[in-house]
Structures are given as structure tokens and as C-alpha cells.
């Protein structure tokens, strides 16, 4: 597995201190993106959290998912969460060192009091006597927020730094791109009232669930709550490895209701993904879990059509020009300013996640801008399926008679793919194993990539000879 390091440097370490009239969190933050560009030690916030036990409970739990790792437990996993300002709301994020589960803490505009919230993306130092102090926060004790350096050091840059050196795995940074895909394909399925949502939560915990089964387990609506299911039917939403909804258990007492989305499914579906959201005074905690514990969302392949035509490549770059660190894209919107279709701007959207520049809130069925500091094209050059299919048509191994594409496969065998709807199957074993579960294979890449290329190639000779 490819990793790289990111150096993460903090001004000091983030504390929470004891001030006059209560106390003051103060979280430090690294080098960032903002609308006037790269900043060492950006400055989002500064004031007051209209609830301050649930807002460190909900922090607490992003930072559990970012220290945990829910398959290969044995091996490390500490990432500092990501912040981002969106004008009106401050989102924490976090990746399970694993890669398959996506927790991110929305504090709402309901939930703040004070300056008005920055704009722009950087991570923030959680440390464990953070962590410590945070748990002991009571439900009276007013808490002053600070995200970024005080006032003064903003100006004033010289002194220590605490730095931290992370490794950032490829499958990591894809997860990020693949959780907001498939999130965006999400719907609303339950909502629990309070009492349902604490008596399903603790039942879980109680269940041992932990390895019992083989099988995915799913849940259906029954009245208020949820009641368990052996297999996928209608309106059904997959729960795979229920334990990885621990972090819920932070905020659990405080929680007014539990909103449960996932996508469309239908007798004897595969294993799916789903998002599993505690509505809290003015935020909102959600944890996306991938369909598997080891299974992470980096291998779903959710955005390799988009990242498969250049077509999307110049799309993303003109729609990331219009982004403006909006808390809720409109794609209409973008659609109107750029000129684009609906179903283009979507697929621009899609490729600027790849990035890190766009995340999905399902509890608003929008997306949302953040800048994370990854690499686009890094995130593209190691995905396999991608450059496999890439090889393929550079090898001239793809032919398209009508609805059926030929690929002639690196050790001679001929695979066959079928559009059916807009839809391709393959004859590979891929396809076979996953029918489409987890994106498209090599092969039917390929294809759409030839077709895709004959498209263009046929419409700039209409508009060259004069046909529009």
C-alpha cells in the first residue's frame, strides 16, 4: 500500500483552560486552505457554544473514529480531524485509520454564538490530555471556543511548533472521494424519536455483535424504531459490523433523534453502505459506514466514471472556480453559472472530491466545499482499475459495434460488455463477483472511455463543418 507523509504543524498543542466566567477550548490549527489562499494558522471562530457537553461529546467522538481502526485493529491509527468553516457552520471530520467509517461533527449556526464563522479547511490538533479534559466538560460550565491562533498570533509567527509527520495511505485519500459518492446516492429511510433511538443504539452494544455473523445484517423500519432482518428487502438499510456505531454512545444522552439514511434496495441486495445521524442541539454527529468492517470505501469505485473522461477534468476545473466555500451547493445554481448540465456539474462534483474539495451532508442532500490538501491526479494515478483501463485503450485492445464493446484482455482473453440502459456489464469475473457493487470494472471503463473519446470526436467534426 502506497503511503505518504504529510507534516502537520501546530503552534502549540490545543488545550482547554480555565478563563474567567467558565473555560476556553482552544484548538490549534495547522497550514490550511482560505478564499485568500494558503495560510499557516488560519483563524475560523471565537466565541461561545450554546452547548457545551454535547459539543464535546461530539468532538470526542470524531476523534475517537479518527484514533480508531475497526479492522486490523492491532496495527496504528492516530489522524488529527479536519475543520472546516463554512460562513455559518463549523464541520469536524474525521477518517477511521482503516478506512471504513466516516465520522463528521456539524455545529450548526444554532449551536454557535459569537463571531461570525471563517471560511476555509485545515486540520486541528486533538491530543490526548485534550481528550481527557474534554470528557470531564459539565453541563453548566459555559465554553468559550477558539478555532485558531489568538488574535495577536495571528500576526506573530516566530516561537516553537508542534509537529506531527502522518502517514496518509493512497486507499485513504480514495475513501474520502468514494464516501461523499456514495453518500449522495443516500436517502432518508428511518427517524427514531429519542427513546428508540437510545434503546436500538444500547441494544446493539449489548448484542456482541462483533464477528456473529458472516452475513450482513440489515434493519427495517417498524413503527418508531427499527427492527432487525435477515436479508435485504425493500426500505431495508444495511448494518455491517453495528459496532462501529460506538462512537455514537458519546452523544447518545443527548441526542433529540436518530435519522438513518441509506440507498434503495430490493430483495437479496448485496451489502451496502449507510449514514447513521444523532440530531443533537444545534449540530448534528454522522457516521458513514462503508459495507464492511473490512471492507474500506477506497475500493467502492463509485468515482471512476466520472474520473474516467477528460470531459469531467475540464468541467472540475471550471466549476472549482465558482465555488465560493458555501455551506450547501446549489447544483442548479452551478449549473446556470457555468453553462453545464445538471448530470455534468454532478460529475465535476464528483472529481473535485477526489481532491478533498467537495464532502456530501446527507442530512441536507448537498454537497458542501472543503479544500483537504490532497492531490487529484495522486488519488487517479493509484487507483488500478483506472490505469488498467487506460492501458487497454492506449493498447488499442477496445472495440464498440452498437451496444457491445470487445476487450481483448493483456493475456488474450476477450471480454465482452453490454450497455443495457446505460448500464455495463461485463463478462469478466469482476463483474460476475460484484455485478456493479462496486463500480465498473477495468473492462467496461475502458469502453465508456472509447465511446466517450468517438462522442467528442464526432461532434467536433459536426462543429467544424458548420453542423451545430
Same mark, same amino acid.
Given at each position: 500500500?502506497?503511503?505518504?507523509?504529510?507534516?502537520?504543524?501546530?503552534?502549540?498543542?490545543?488545550?482547554?483552560?480555565?478563563?474567567?466566567?467558565?473555560?476556553? +477550548?482552544?484548538? =490549534?490549527?495547522?497550514?490550511?486552505?482560505? %478564499?485568500?489562499?494558503?495560510?499557516?494558522?488560519?483563524?475560523?471562530?471565537?466565541?461561545?457554544?450554546?452547548?457545551?457537553?454535547? @459539543?464535546?461529546?461530539?468532538?470526542?467522538?470524531?476523534?475517537?473514529?479518527?484514533?480508531?481502526?475497526?479492522?486490523?485493529?492491532?496495527?496504528?491509527?492516530?489522524?488529527?480531524?479536519?475543520?472546516?468553516?463554512?460562513?455559518?457552520?463549523?464541520?469536524? !471530520?474525521?477518517?477511521? *485509520?482503516?478506512?471504513?467509517?466516516?465520522?463528521?461533527?456539524?455545529?450548526?449556526?444554532?449551536?454557535?454564538?459569537?463571531?461570525?464563522?471563517?471560511?476555509?479547511?485545515?486540520?486541528?490538533?486533538?491530543?490526548?490530555?485534550?481528550?481527557?479534559?474534554?470528557?470531564?466538560?459539565? *453541563?453548566?460550565?459555559?465554553?468559550?471556543?477558539?478555532?485558531?491562533?489568538?488574535?495577536?498570533?495571528?500576526?506573530?509567527?516566530?516561537?516553537?511548533?508542534?509537529?506531527?509527520?502522518?502517514?496518509?495511505?493512497?486507499?485513504?485519500?480514495?475513501?474520502? @472521494?468514494?464516501?461523499?459518492?456514495?453518500?449522495?446516492?443516500?436517502? +432518508?429511510?428511518?427517524?427514531?424519536?429519542?427513546?428508540?433511538?437510545?434503546?436500538?443504539?444500547?441494544?446493539?452494544?449489548?448484542?456482541?455483535?462483533?464477528?456473529?455473523?458472516?452475513?450482513?445484517?440489515?434493519?427495517?423500519?417498524?413503527?418508531?424504531?427499527?427492527? %432487525? &432482518?435477515?436479508?435485504?428487502?425493500?426500505?431495508?438499510?444495511?448494518?455491517? =459490523?453495528? /459496532?462501529?456505531?460506538?462512537?455514537?454512545?458519546?452523544?447518545?444522552?443527548?441526542?433529540? @433523534?436518530?435519522?438513518?439514511?441509506?440507498?434503495?434496495?430490493?430483495?437479496?441486495?448485496?451489502?451496502?453502505?449507510?449514514?447513521?445521524?444523532?440530531?443533537?442541539?444545534?449540530?448534528?454527529?454522522?457516521?458513514?459506514?462503508?459495507?464492511?468492517?473490512?471492507?474500506?470505501?477506497?475500493? /467502492?469505485?463509485?468515482?471512476?466514471?466520472? +474520473?474516467?473522461?477528460? =470531459?469531467?477534468?475540464?468541467?472540475? /476545473?471550471?466549476?472549482?472556480?465558482?465555488?465560493?466555500?458555501?455551506?450547501?451547493?446549489?447544483?442548479?445554481?452551478?449549473?446556470?453559472?457555468?453553462?453545464?448540465?445538471?448530470?455534468?456539474?454532478?460529475?465535476?462534483?464528483?472529481?473535485? *472530491? &477526489?481532491?478533498?474539495?467537495?464532502?456530501?451532508?446527507?442530512? !441536507?442532500?448537498?454537497?458542501?466545499?472543503?479544500?483537504?490538501?490532497?492531490?487529484?491526479?495522486?488519488? =487517479?494515478?493509484?487507483?488500478?482499475?483506472?490505469?488498467?483501463?487506460?492501458?487497454?485503450?492506449?493498447?488499442?485492445?477496445?472495440?464498440?459495434? *452498437?451496444?457491445?464493446?470487445?476487450?481483448?484482455?493483456?493475456?488474450?482473453?476477450?471480454?465482452?460488455?453490454?450497455?443495457?440502459?446505460?448500464?455495463?456489464?461485463?463478462?469478466?469475473?469482476?463483474?460476475?463477483?460484484?455485478?456493479?457493487?462496486?463500480?465498473?470494472?477495468?473492462?467496461?471503463?475502458?469502453?465508456?472511455?472509447?465511446?466517450?473519446?468517438?462522442?467528442?470526436?464526432?461532434?467536433?467534426?459536426?462543429?467544424?463543418?458548420?453542423?451545430?
Amino acid at each position: 500500500m502506497t503511503r505518504s507523509l504529510q507534516a502537520v504543524a501546530y503552534r502549540r498543542p490545543s488545550v482547554l483552560t480555565s478563563a474567567a466566567g467558565g473555560a476556553l +477550548l482552544g484548538l =490549534e490549527t495547522s497550514g490550511g486552505s482560505t %478564499p485568500s489562499g494558503a495560510v499557516d494558522h488560519p483563524r475560523f471562530f471565537s466565541g461561545f457554544l450554546t452547548s457545551p457537553q454535547v @459539543a464535546s461529546a461530539g468532538l470526542l467522538a470524531v476523534a475517537d473514529v479518527a484514533a480508531a481502526r475497526y479492522f486490523q485493529r492491532q496495527l496504528r491509527a492516530l489522524l488529527d480531524p479536519v475543520v472546516t468553516g463554512n460562513g455559518d457552520r463549523l464541520r469536524f !471530520e474525521s477518517f477511521s *485509520g482503516c478506512g471504513g467509517v466516516y465520522a463528521r461533527l456539524d455545529v450548526l449556526e444554532t449551536g454557535l454564538d459569537g463571531d461570525e464563522v471563517g471560511h476555509g479547511t485545515t486540520n486541528v490538533d486533538v491530543n490526548n490530555p485534550l481528550r481527557e479534559a474534554l470528557s470531564r466538560i459539565g *453541563g453548566d460550565d459555559p465554553l468559550h471556543l477558539r478555532v485558531g491562533p489568538e488574535e495577536m498570533a495571528v500576526t506573530t509567527l516566530d516561537g516553537p511548533v508542534v509537529e506531527k509527520k502522518v502517514p496518509l495511505p493512497d486507499r485513504w485519500l480514495r475513501g474520502f @472521494a468514494e464516501a461523499q459518492v456514495i453518500a449522495a446516492g443516500f436517502d +432518508l429511510r428511518a427517524e427514531l424519536p429519542a427513546a428508540e433511538a437510545v434503546r436500538f443504539l444500547r441494544s446493539l452494544s449489548r448484542g456482541g455483535t462483533r464477528g456473529t455473523s458472516v452475513h450482513p445484517r440489515w434493519v427495517v423500519p417498524a413503527g418508531r424504531g427499527l427492527r %432487525p &432482518t435477515t436479508r435485504a428487502v425493500p426500505g431495508a438499510v444495511c448494518l455491517p =459490523e453495528p /459496532e462501529r456505531l460506538v462512537a455514537l454512545q458519546r452523544v447518545l444522552r443527548h441526542a433529540t @433523534a436518530l435519522r438513518v439514511y441509506g440507498p434503495a434496495t430490493a430483495v437479496g441486495s448485496a451489502a451496502t453502505s449507510s449514514a447513521w445521524e444523532a440530531v443533537l442541539p444545534g449540530m448534528r454527529l454522522t457516521l458513514t459506514l462503508s459495507p464492511d468492517a473490512s471492507r474500506g470505501f477506497s475500493g /467502492e469505485g463509485g468515482v471512476l466514471n466520472a +474520473l474516467a473522461t477528460d =470531459e469531467a477534468a475540464a468541467d472540475a /476545473e471550471l466549476i472549482s472556480v465558482l465555488l465560493s466555500w458555501e455551506p450547501r451547493i446549489d447544483v442548479a445554481d452551478l449549473a446556470t453559472a457555468s453553462g453545464l448540465s445538471a448530470e455534468r456539474v454532478r460529475a465535476a462534483l464528483i472529481r473535485l *472530491g &477526489t481532491s478533498g474539495r467537495v464532502g456530501y451532508d446527507t442530512a !441536507e442532500a448537498a454537497y458542501f466545499h472543503r479544500e483537504l490538501p490532497y492531490d487529484a491526479e495522486r488519488v =487517479e494515478r493509484h487507483n488500478p482499475r483506472l490505469r488498467s483501463a487506460r492501458d487497454l485503450v492506449a493498447a488499442g485492445a477496445v472495440t464498440v459495434d *452498437g451496444t457491445l464493446g470487445t476487450v481483448t484482455a493483456e493475456d488474450g482473453h476477450v471480454h465482452r460488455v453490454r450497455d443495457e440502459g446505460g448500464v455495463l456489464s461485463c463478462s469478466c469475473l469482476w463483474w460476475a463477483r460484484y455485478r456493479g457493487g462496486r463500480g465498473p470494472c477495468k473492462h467496461a471503463l475502458a469502453v465508456r472511455m472509447v465511446r466517450r473519446g468517438a462522442a467528442v470526436e464526432r461532434e467536433t467534426v459536426r462543429v467544424d463543418g458548420g453542423v451545430r
